[in-house]
């Protein structure tokens, strides 16, 4: 499945990343309808991989198109496995190659990745440790194609338009549909946030980070906006809408999220409009230039590219209209998730305190240079920058916490214009 945190490969990156000599295709790719003998075979297959590897199997699972009843696919079956240490490939490799398996690609700064060709059976099998940021993209693609069958066909579209082209190398026909595959997994995620969304609501109502902290800091860029109307990017639950509408604003919130948008319609609908609303595609009901101000909190973390966000706020806002966002700090998730470069543009996986468990997120890190190029780019002059202090009134429900945001920044602020 094409990755969602590396740039396309040129042809003159493949040789770097091939183990074996480049296949090239020089043609077009070959669909199969679907098989039911396609399980069958990854269920073979997944036996015989457990018996060479015994109890370093952590994960096994059939992955991708073969393992979506229905969908036509490449007559290929993709195993997603993961081991306790890809870079030790003395731990496996030699085991793997022994049983008639082919390391056929080494991506070891790309997700420590490995992909093994089968001994028998046309196969992919994608090799990773844990904490990759690739386990919850298969799956979640997987369910939701396999769930909906809209989705379905919107990519089954897709796979049969560009395998009609003639392609140098295959890769490159994997490339070509990382932009509808993200699309699916982004409204896969956010069907995720449906499901514990009166959680969060009731979370975000009085946890330190986001009352106390967040807020705070977007009300305070955002200014007078008596008067204005409003444009409440990720608005999730409401809370910053219903808080922007008390100083007087004409609100409408947008959310990926229809868990979400009607939380935000049951408690705060008789101060602001909500509506559900995909960010990163073209906000179709909103205007050309309707807009005074976009308040855009802690949401665009959570999208790879900016490109089309960025270029919608900039259509909608009136000329020398405010735009506002926070995001995490750059220098702080470089350094909580001990990463070794702080420049990669990232995918990284966490944990939300919600319910017993917690729920399992997504976001992509950044350098903050990244962040202004996007900014920039898109037309916008940054006209500040803020690392906010807490609210004292954070103080008496959670002293720790108070004291840690005082001295370790959680969030980054921007404001930006646009050009007059």
């Given at each position: 499945m094409p990755k969602p945190d590396r740039v396309d490969y040129t042809n003159e990156d493949l040789p770097d990343i091939y183990v074996t000599e480049v296949p090239k295709l020089?043609?077009?790719?070959?669909?199969?309808?679907?098989?039911?003998?396609?399980?069958g075979l990854y269920d073979r297959e997944?036996?015989?991989?457990?018996?060479?590897?015994?109890?370093?199997?952590?994960?096994?699972?059939?992955?991708?198109?073969?393992?979506?009843?229905?969908?036509?696919?490449?007559?290929?079956?993709?195993?997603?496995?993961?081991?306790?240490?890809?870079?030790?490939?003395?731990?496996?490799?030699?085991?793997?190659?022994?049983?008639?398996?082919?390391?056929?690609?080494?991506?070891?700064?790309?997700?420590?990745?490995?992909?093994f060709k089968g001994p028998d059976t046309d196969i992919n099998l994608h090799v990773y440790s844990p904490g990759n940021g690739q386990a919850e993209r298969y799956r979640l693609f997987r369910e939701r194609l396999r769930a909906h069958e809209d989705e379905r066909k919107l990519y089954e579209a897709t796979k049969r338009q560009l395998a009609a082209r003639t392609w140098t190398y295959v890769q490159h026909y994997a490339d070509a549909k990382t932009e509808v595959i993200d699309a699916i997994i982004d409204r896969a995620r956010a069907a995720q946030y449906d499901e514990f969304s009166e959680l969060?609501?009731?979370?975000?109502?009085?946890?330190?980070?986001?009352?106390?902290?967040?807020?705070?800091?977007?009300?305070?860029?955002?200014?007078?906006?008596?008067?204005?109307?409003?444009?409440?990017?990720?608005?999730?639950?409401?809370?910053?809408?219903?808080?922007?509408?008390?100083r007087g604003a004409d609100v409408l919130g947008l959310d990926a999220s229809e868990g979400m948008v009607a939380i935000a319609r049951k408690r705060f609908g008789e101060v602001a409009r909500f509506e559900r609303a995909d960010l990163g595609q073209p906000l179709r009901s909103v205007e050309d230039?309707?807009?005074?101000?976009?308040?855009?909190?802690l949401v665009l973390h959570y999208l790879r590219d900016w490109g089309t966000p960025l270029s919608e706020f900039r259509r909608v806002l009136r000329p020398g209209g405010t735009l506002v966002f926070s995001v995490h700090h750059p220098g702080e998730d470089w350094h909580w998730f001990g990463k070794d470069?702080?420049?990669?543009?990232?995918?990284?996986?966490?944990?939300?305190?919600?319910?017993?468990?917690?729920?399992?997120?997504?976001?992509?890190?950044r350098p903050l240079s990244w962040t202004f190029t996007a900014v920039r780019d898109a037309g916008f002059a940054v006209d500040r920058?803020?690392?906010?202090?807490?609210?004292?009134?954070?103080?008496?429900?959670?002293?720790?916490?108070?004291?840690?945001?005082?001295?370790?920044?959680?969030?980054?602020?921007?404001?930006?214009?646009?050009?007059t």
């Open positions: 020089n043609s077009t790719v070959t669909l199969a309808e679907y098989d039911p003998a396609w399980p997944a036996e015989r991989i457990r018996k060479i590897l015994g109890d370093r199997v952590l994960v096994l699972e059939h992955v991708v198109s073969t393992s979506v009843p229905g969908l036509c696919a490449k007559p290929i079956i993709d195993i997603l496995l993961e081991i306790p240490d890809t870079d030790d490939e003395d731990s496996y490799v030699p085991v793997l190659e022994a049983a008639g398996y082919v390391l056929r690609i080494r991506e070891p700064d790309w997700e420590r990745h490995r992909l969060y609501a009731d979370h975000a109502e009085t946890s330190i980070t986001n009352a106390f902290y967040d807020r705070p800091a977007i009300v305070e860029l955002a200014g007078d906006v008596e008067g204005k109307r409003v444009l409440d990017a990720g608005c999730a639950a409401g809370h910053l809408s219903a808080l922007l509408a008390a230039g309707s807009i005074d101000v976009i308040t855009a909190s470069d702080y420049f990669q543009l990232e995918l990284l996986e966490d944990v939300f305190p919600l319910g017993e468990v917690g729920q399992q997120v997504q976001f992509y890190r920058i803020v690392e906010p202090m807490p609210v004292p009134e954070a103080e008496a429900p959670d002293p720790a916490w108070y004291r840690k945001l005082r001295t370790q920044p959680r969030f980054l602020y921007f404001r930006a214009m646009s050009p």
